[in-house]
C-alpha cells in the first residue's frame, strides 16, 4: 500500500502543468485555460467588445492629386472640365525625430547708483547650464519600466533618433526622481484601495542583487499598488509598506497561510487555484475530487440569488463530497518514530477546504467577489517580462522605485489616462488626480 502511494505521488510529481498545479503556463509545451471555457460561438470580438479601429485624424497636410490626361479616350478634350475629389486616402505618419533646444538667456541689470546687480529668475527646475527636459525623463522612465528596456538599451535608443546620450547613471537618476515624486500619487492609490470593498492580493518571486526577492501586489479594478521585499510571509505582510494589515474588506488570495492571521479580512480564496489542485487529483482518480470540481464550476455559472436562495442545500453537498472525501484518501501514515504523520496531497486539500469552507464559497453567495484572483495575477505580471529581459535588478534601490513607478503606471492605465502625459505632469509638479472613467 505504502509503496503504491509512493508510486502515485511520483507519477503526479512528473505529470504537472499549469492545469493541475501552481506551475506557470509558460512551463506548458502546450497552453491551456485554468479554467474550462464555453466551446462554440463565432470568431472575432464578442458582443460588448468595444472594438477600436483606424479613425481619420484632422489633416495638417493636403495634397490633391490632379488628374494628367489632357484627352478623353473618346476624344474629348478633358482640360476645361473642373475636377472634383472622388475618394480620400489618409496616410498617419510621425514626423521626423528632432530635437528642441531652448536657450534661457539670464538678463542682468546693474543699478547706476549703487552698483547692486538685479537678475531675470530661471524658471522652475531649469538648475544647470546644459541639461535634458521633461520629455527626455519621462521618455526615459517609460521606456525603462512600463516597456521593460533595459537601460542601456535606452540610452542607445535616444542616441539613434535624437542624437541625445545620456548615459546610465542619468537615467538611474531620472527613475530615483520620478520616485520621489510620485510619493503623493501613491499615497492616494494607497488610501483608495484601503476603502475598496474587495481588494486583491498576491507575490512573485524576483531577483535582486542576485538574492531572491519578492515582489507584492494588492490591487483593485482601478487601482495597483505594489512593492518589494526579502520574505514572502508574515514580515512582509505586517511590515509598514503592506497595506494587508489595515484593510478590512474582502481581499481575493491563494490559500497562502500568512494571509489567514490577518482577522479583520473577509477572505476568498482563488477558485483557479483550487480547480487546478481538483484536477491533480481527478487525474490520479480521485472522485470526490471530480464531484467537487464540477461543484463550484456550476456555482460559477450560476446566478448569486439563485445561490443565496439555495444556500444551505449548497453547504450540506459541499460538506458531504469532503466528507466522503476522507474515506476515499488514505491515513496518514508516519515514516519514523518522530514527527507529525504525513498526509497525501489530497487529504490536505480537503482539510484546508473544510476549513476554510467560507472563504472557497464567498463568490457562489456575493456578487461582488469575482471566482479567481486573476486582477491581482495580471497586475504584476509584467515582472516577469522584466526578469526575462533584465534577469535581475542590480539594487534594493532599482526594485524598489521600479515597483511604485508601475503601481502610477498600471493605475493610469486602469483609468485610461496617457501615461506619458501622466509622468510629465508629475515630473512637472502639477496637481494630480485620478480620473474616475472605468477601463
Known amino acids: 500500500m505504502a509503496l503504491r502511494a509512493e508510486v502515485s505521488e511520483l507519477k503526479s510529481r512528473l505529470n504537472q502543468n499549469s492545469n493541475n498545479s501552481h506551475k506557470p503556463p509558460s512551463s506548458d509545451p502546450y497552453r491551456k485555460a485554468a479554467t474550462p471555457r464555453k466551446k462554440g460561438g463565432k470568431r472575432g470580438g464578442k458582443e460588448g467588445h468595444q472594438g477600436k479601429g483606424m479613425d481619420r485624424l484632422q489633416f495638417t497636410n493636403e495634397v490633391e492629386l490632379k488628374v494628367e490626361t489632357e484627352r478623353c479616350e473618346c476624344g474629348a478634350d478633358l482640360m476645361a472640365v473642373k475636377g472634383e475629389i472622388s475618394e480620400v486616402r489618409q496616410v498617419q505618419d510621425i514626423p521626423?525625430?528632432?530635437?528642441?533646444?531652448?536657450?534661457?538667456?539670464?538678463?542682468?541689470k546693474t543699478c547706476p547708483c549703487c552698483g547692486k546687480e538685479h537678475f531675470g529668475i530661471f524658471p522652475q527646475g531649469v538648475n544647470a547650464p546644459v541639461q535634458y527636459g521633461n520629455n527626455v525623463k519621462t521618455l526615459s522612465v517609460l521606456l525603462c519600466n512600463d516597456y521593460k528596456v533595459p537601460i542601456q538599451k535606452v540610452s542607445q535608443l535616444l542616441s539613434d533618433l535624437y542624437g541625445l546620450f545620456p548615459n546610465v547613471s542619468t537615467i538611474v537618476k531620472y527613475n530615483a526622481k520620478a520616485y520621489e515624486k510620485m510619493e503623493a500619487v501613491e499615497m492616494l492609490i494607497k488610501k483608495s484601495i484601503l476603502s475598496s470593498l474587495v481588494a486583491h492580493s498576491d507575490?512573485?518571486?524576483?531577483?535582486?542583487?542576485?538574492?531572491?526577492?519578492?515582489?507584492?501586489?494588492?490591487?483593485?479594478?482601478?487601482?495597483?499598488?505594489?512593492?518589494?521585499?526579502?520574505?514572502?510571509?508574515?514580515?512582509?505582510?505586517?511590515?509598514?509598506?503592506?497595506?494587508?494589515?489595515?484593510?478590512?474588506?474582502?481581499?481575493?488570495h491563494d490559500s497562502y497561510a500568512s494571509y489567514f492571521n490577518f482577522l479583520s479580512i473577509i477572505h476568498a480564496l482563488c477558485g483557479a487555484h483550487i480547480i487546478r489542485e481538483l484536477t491533480s487529483q481527478e487525474e490520479i482518480g480521485r472522485q470526490w475530487a471530480v464531484k467537487m470540481k464540477t461543484l463550484l464550476l456550476k456555482l460559477k455559472?450560476?446566478?448569486?440569488?439563485?445561490?443565496?436562495?439555495?444556500r444551505e442545500n449548497i453547504v450540506k453537498h459541499y460538506q458531504q463530497i469532503l466528507t466522503d472525501g476522507i474515506q476515499e484518501e488514505p491515513p496518514p501514515e508516519r515514516k519514523g518514530k518522530r514527527g507529525r504523520e504525513k498526509k497525501s496531497k489530497g487529504l490536505n486539500l480537503i482539510i484546508r477546504m473544510q476549513t476554510n469552507m467560507d472563504a472557497v464559497l464567498l463568490y457562489a453567495f456575493d456578487p461582488e467577489v469575482p471566482f479567481t484572483n486573476n486582477q491581482a495575477e495580471r497586475d504584476f505580471r509584467?515582472?516577469?517580462?522584466?526578469?526575462?529581459?533584465?534577469?535581475?535588478?542590480?539594487?534594493?534601490?532599482?526594485?524598489?522605485?521600479?515597483?511604485?513607478?508601475?503601481?502610477?503606471?498600471?493605475?493610469?492605465?486602469?483609468h485610461n489616462m496617457n501615461v506619458f502625459d501622466t509622468i510629465k505632469n508629475i515630473f512637472e509638479g502639477k496637481s494630480f488626480c485620478f480620473s474616475h472613467q472605468a477601463s
Not at 521626423?96 to 542682468?108: F, L, R, S
Request: include cysteine.
Open 96 to 108: 521626423e525625430p528632432q530635437v528642441v533646444v531652448t536657450d534661457y538667456k539670464q538678463q542682468k
Open 301 to 310: 455559472a450560476t446566478d448569486e440569488e439563485q445561490n443565496m436562495n439555495n
Open 382 to 414: 509584467f515582472s516577469k517580462v522584466k526578469m526575462n529581459v533584465s534577469h535581475c535588478f542590480r539594487s534594493t534601490d532599482g526594485a524598489t522605485h521600479h515597483a511604485r513607478i508601475m503601481s502610477v503606471i498600471s493605475t493610469a492605465r486602469k
Open 203 to 252: 507575490e512573485t518571486g524576483i531577483r535582486v542583487g542576485g538574492k531572491m526577492f519578492w515582489l507584492h501586489v494588492m490591487s483593485t479594478c482601478m487601482f495597483t499598488y505594489l512593492f518589494t521585499h526579502s520574505k514572502r510571509g508574515l514580515e512582509a505582510l505586517k511590515s509598514e509598506l503592506s497595506l494587508i494589515k489595515d484593510y478590512t474588506g474582502k481581499l481575493v
